[in-house]
């Protein structure tokens, strides 16, 4: 890793790879091309501290259900950068920053990805939230990722909701985060569980409330396309007259750009508008939002002209996002234009402003490589003994250097990440 420089008081810096790992990248390439995942098991058996063969792979095992092997890939990526750090680089000080743009170090975010959705997965959603804020601190501008999609859902998870509610209040002058369907939502979500704890006073509880039920009710009517998919996932039957109104029924159009951000929090968040008590007051706000519709309240209009204005077409970092999160509401939502081209696991969808410090050497054509998905064909047996030996060298090697049981991935938060919403 070096140091390119500092500027306002932030640190940017880039991981490199010698010539020597640049020729592995190479035959890694090639054996990605090849469509053959033992082809990637052989080459990590040669070098197995190569970062994509440990991503690449930890997909494949994680595709046959092989969780632990997959977890395990990942969080020896983490150790392998984690070594490779530069001593002024930091974790906890919100000001390290990372150009996604630069292939070397995309593979960092994406370990980083991954490892907190197996935290997320294995119910450990408040570290997961940790390294979310630390994804997003890495690159807070560009959010190559779009950790704002997936920051709220971990809130809620973790019951962080006074940490969502000043980040929204933070960010939502510069960011616009009530334009997002996760934060609209989610925000009044947070307000909503916030007035019911018992340790709030009346007076306030009252008032958060009433806090939540507007946003609630504004949410709706920014993006009425939410409740029915909610409720159809929540195996809820809405009411005659909610089903009958022409709000919230097929007319209410959205563009493919919104239907997909929509799609995305739907399939992630259903779990969470599940609790009774979290239905009946989602029923309450729904009855008023429709008596604001027919009174003609001037914000369903001016809602409307909006989402006809906005959400023409999703960044790329969207797709990223929804391709990772593999939310099949939402990546069945993803436009044509994505979903024909190659996605690779290892770097899906790169930046198209990318900054390649090296070039592959020209090589005959081998045919267009198929999505990532497509290349988790299975193990043989003879490489599946073969990742089972480089575990077992890979723990006598532990064992003797005074590493084994400890955790690879960056001494797990041994770290403790500022809960400041600006960093």
Known sequence: MTLLESKDGQQYFTFEHSRDYQQVQFKFLDAVESMDPNNIVALLQLNPYHI????????????????????????????????????????????????YRRPENRAFFLALYKHMMFLERRGCPRTALEYCRLLLSLDPDRDPLCMLLLIDFLSLRSREYSYLLRLYQAWEVHRNLSQLPNFAFSVALSCFHLSQEEQTESGEREKLKQKADLLLQNALIMFPGVLMPLLDLCTVQPDAAVVSHVFFGPKSQQSPALAELVSLYVGRTHTLWREAGVLLWLEECVREVLQRVDSKDPLVEDCQNKRKQRYQNAPRNIHRHVILSEIKEATSALPLEVTTQPVMGFDPLPPLDSLASYTRPERKACGTPRPCIDQASKLDDRSRWTVKGYQETNRNFEEASGLYGKDWSMCACNHNITSDPQT
């Open 52 to 99: 994509d063969c440990l991503l690449q792979l930890s997909d494949v095992c994680r595709i046959q259900e092989d969780q632990e092997m997959a977890r395990d890939l990942i969080e020896r990526a983490l150790y392998s950068f984690e070594c490779a750090f530069h001593p002024v680089f930091s974790l906890v000080s919100g000001t390290s920053r990372l150009d």
